[in-house]
């Protein structure tokens, strides 16, 4: 069974705009996808440990030293819009 | 007649020294081929000539001088992914919403190249951000196959393997999330390894699912594969998954041989839906490495089936998290909104295309409350058993043998509507980054219409030495010296 999808939930955590054709497609492509992938829950026992990494590596720590930063005027150059030396974006908190 | 072009950078290298070339001239031939046929290949995104040259003179004038110790990889021309950062030089990942992006630095691979005096001819198609398997996801269109230019070229590093295999380049770097060096260097006719993840460096490497992501070379020869991968491998503070490893020659012992090698062939890799051209070159390739000495047994892996759905769970679960950064702030596309909400959703959807869409969302599905534990919990799971079962055939065998793919190279456009039967061409190289594990392919021949096939051989982590060792031997063996038509018209 193809598995159904919110698919207007999924997009609004993503942060996608997607339009409706876009939608449509993607619930029947998900959701065929989804129902090959959903194979995985035959084979994975609850005695199966998971693996994030394949070569577990933990705490890697580097000295804290002080070092120069990336070049301020070559970071700016990539940004859509910079001001003061800083990444410039629409407002995030109305004023009363 | 061969161009300076067309010859390994092994040769090329032994030329530079007894003084019978300059990089100059190296330089000047991979141009002058790119301008040849390139129109038609579509490789380079951004060709970097000025650059090429100015580091081709300054690589002449150290050779030339009072102490001219130089790095095997020298004056030799490359050609990178355009998903490794290049300081001043566009790097797009073959996406619209980084048309733009001039990286501030250098990826470590790159830096360790340029220190050697490397030559940078430019950076190389791929699919969006490095999802696909046929290059046809790239924004800035398909590349063509040298071999049928109607043909894909795999992908997704699909202009690093074109541009080798056409000597556009001498040799490239690439990208392998699930076989992105791997599969494209079979379906191109070239030589491609993946080594171990966390060998090489991914700093500067634009992320695409970081648990699987490694850097990997393509060249015409397997010493030329060590000699690259040399030049890359080691320990580097800047990525915190980098492997505790010396930087060191990986060409000594390389001509040593596979007698007594244990060669265990994967039985599941031989099965539907493998291409008889594709079975039958590569089982030519096995009886080939018994011929060499070598003990060939059969092995099986039984859950192969379900790597494939593993992966298509946790390498769009960490993209989607990863590309979470394209946010329309700090570089890149933005599309203005009412508010910060609207602007991030509105360039997201104007900058992404439709496979990089299409994995976010997967993901972010199989990430999101409710839904986590039957995908990615169990798809993590899964991981395990894969690792079991490499560890259990690594047990009783040296090196494991398969295709590279499932198929030689496929007409443009045939699969682009059909996700699922995209996918499947990773099957065979897949496990590979699960696991961890080195894989190379190196190509065992040309099935009947004239297409290469790529044999994969596949060693524990960390055993890149033995890894290329086999695969030297059997290249030796197979003595594959075929030329795409495309460039064997052009020297007639």
Not at chain 2, 57 to 70: M, Q
Not at chain 2, 125 to 133: I, L, P, R, V, Y
């Amino acid at each position: 069974m193809p598995v159904e999808i919110d698919i207007e939930h999924v997009a609004r955590l993503a942060r996608l705009e997607l339009t409706d054709e876009e939608k449509a497609r993607l619930r029947e492509q998900l959701g065929a996808i989804l129902e090959h992938a959903a194979k995985v829950g035959e084979v994975a026992a609850e005695d199966v440990p998971p693996t994030a990494y394949a070569i577990p590596r933990s705490n890697v720590f580097r000295p804290d030293e002080l070092a120069p930063s990336l070049p301020v005027e070559e970071v700016l150059a990539n940004a859509p819009e910079a001001e003061a030396d800083r990444f410039k974006v629409p407002r995030i908190v109305e004023v009363e | 007649m061969t161009e300076l072009c067309d010859l390994t950078a092994t040769e090329l290298a032994a030329r530079l020294r007894a003084g019978e070339t300059t990089s100059a001239e190296i330089s000047a031939s991979c141009l002058a081929r790119i301008d040849a046929v390139d129109d038609h290949v579509r490789a380079f995104l951004t060709r970097t000539d000025d650059l090429a040259r100015e580091q081709a003179a300054a690589t002449d004038e150290l050779l030339a001088g009072p102490n001219a110790e130089a790095a095997p990889a020298a004056g030799i021309p490359i050609a990178l992914k355009d998903v490794l950062s290049t300081r001043g030089v566009r790097s797009t990942c073959g996406s619209k919403i980084l048309e733009t992006y001039v990286p501030p630095y250098d990826c470590t691979p790159w830096q360790w190249l340029r220190a050697d005096g490397s030559v940078l001819l430019g950076k190389t198609n791929c699919d969006e951000f490095a999802m696909g398997s046929s290059n046809e996801n790239s924004a800035f269109g398909p590349v063509h196959n040298p071999w049928d230019l109607d043909t894909v070229p795999g992908g997704s590093s699909g202009g690093s393997a074109a541009a080798v295999a056409a000597g556009m380049a001498v040799w490239a770097l690439g990208t392998d999330t699930g076989g992105s060096v791997r599969q494209p260097a079979s379906l191109s006719g070239v030589v491609g390894l993946k080594p171990t993840y966390g060998l090489v460096s991914r700093y500067g490497l634009i992320a695409f699912a970081s648990s699987l992501d490694t850097v990997g070379t393509f060249t015409r020869s397997v010493r030329d594969a060590a000699t690259l991968l040399s030049a890359i491998a080691g320990k580097d503070p800047m990525d915190a998954t980098s492997l505790d490893t010396p930087r060191r020659d990986y060409t000594e012992g390389l001509v040593e041989g596979v007698r007594g090698l244990r060669v265990g062939v994967i039985r599941e890799a031989f099965g539907e839906g493998v291409e008889p051209g594709v079975r039958d070159s590569v089982r030519a390739g096995v009886d080939a490495l018994e011929r060499l000495g070598a003990t060939v047994g059969e092995v099986s892996l039984p859950h192969t089936d379900y790597a494939l759905s593993a992966y298509y769970l946790i390498a769009p679960s960490e993209a989607s998290s990863n590309l979470a950064r394209y946010d329309g702030v700090r570089y890149g596309l933005r599309v203005d909104g009412s508010d910060s909400v609207q602007m991030m959703t509105r360039t997201r959807g104007a900058g992404f295309g439709a496979e990089v869409k299409r994995r976010i969302m997967l993901g972010t599905y199989a990430l999101s409350a409710g839904y986590y534990e039957a995908y990615y919990g169990q798809a993590q799971k899964v991981r395990t058993l894969i690792i079991r079962d490499y560890e259990a055939a690594f047990a009783n065998y040296d090196v494991l043998v398969s295709p590279t793919s499932p198929t030689a190279a496929f007409p443009i456009g045939a699969k682009v509507d059909d996700p699922l039967a995209m996918y499947l061409n990773d099957v065979f190289t897949i496990p590979a980054n699960l696991s961890g594990m080195p894989a190379i392919s190196i190509p065992s021949g040309l099935d009947g219409r004239g297409l290469p096939v790529g044999l994969q051989l596949t060693a524990p982590v960390l055993e890149e030495s033995r890894l290329l060792r086999a695969a030297h031997a059997l290249e030796d063996a197979i003595g594959f010296d075929a030329r795409p038509a495309l460039i064997t018209e052009l020297a007639a």
